[in-house]
T-cell receptor, first 110, second 116 residues
Framework: GQSLEQPSEVTAVEGAIVQINCTYQ??????LSWYQQHDGGAPTFLSY????GLEETGRFSSFLSRSDSYGYLLLQELQMKDSASYFC???????????FGTGTRLLVSP | SAVISQKPSRDICQRGTSLTIQCQVD?????MFWYRQQPGQSLTLIAT?????????ESGFVIDKFPISRPNLTFSTLTVSNLSPEDSSIYLC?????????????FGPGTRLLVL
């Protein structure tokens, strides 16, 4: 089966850079997605790494290394509105479904 | 992007009763997903609902407890039966993203269920 592990909580201050890690154990992995969920809200898609390397979308970047079974989400120029939970998610080859990571709660302080 | 609505947005139910959650999408989709998110936890897939066939349930979830209907390509319902306090969770439906991409799912706003 798949399992994707994340730190439970990360804290940072406004304007800083924070990295949220995701390590997984599975074989035949398609790639890694990242979702953001504010308290009381629905998860929203942030980024997807189909291949190894870095993907950049504005202040957010995501990285994947298949050889290390590892990825991360990098948030730059942190803003208070970035306080939310962040989930990595993966899809195993041959399966038409996502498995979500354990989730990381990001707290941004002034 | 797909726009998804869910009803009810929240409910408080007594144990032993059932709650049916509706999920409406603004476009036709082949697959719809139902997730459970227990308080402070991650998302766990309950089942995949395909139009015209039986839903596919994940390990630990059974049809008697979570019956699903999928009458057309824009609508699905999830019923949570014989409620117990352990069923208190957020229930979310989702659909695949552009070109049916499973990695980029769109989620409904969720149904917050509290069982007393």
């Amino acid at each position: 089966g798949q399992s994707l592990e994340q730190p439970s909580e990360v804290t940072a201050v406004e304007g800083a850079i924070v990295q949220i890690n995701c390590t997984y154990q599975t074989s035949g992995f398609y790639g890694l997605s990242w979702y953001q969920q504010h308290d009381g809200g629905a998860p929203t898609f942030l980024s997807y790494n189909a291949l190894d390397g870095l993907e950049e979308t504005g202040r957010f970047s995501s990285f994947l290394s298949r050889s290390d079974s590892y990825g991360y989400l990098l948030l730059q120029e942190l803003q208070m509105k970035d306080s939310a939970s962040y989930f990595c998610a993966g899809r195993n080859t041959g399966f038409q479904k996502l498995v979500f990571g354990t989730g990381t709660r990001l707290l941004v302080s002034p | 992007s797909a726009v998804i609505s869910q009803k009810p947005s929240r409910d408080i139910c007594q144990r032993g009763t059932s709650l049916t959650i509706q999920c409406q999408v603004d476009s036709q989709v082949t697959m719809m997903f139902w997730y459970r998110q227990q308080p402070g936890q991650s998302l766990t897939l309950i089942a995949t609902a395909n139009q015209g066939s039986e839903a596919t349930y994940e390990s630990g979830f059974v049809i008697d407890k979570f019956p699903i209907s999928r009458p057309n390509l824009t609508f699905s319902t999830l019923t949570v039966s014989n409620l117990s306090p352990e069923d208190s969770s957020i229930y979310l439906c989702s659909v695949p993203g552009l070109a049916g991409a499973f990695e980029t799912q769109y989620f409904g706003p969720g149904t917050r269920l509290l069982v007393l």
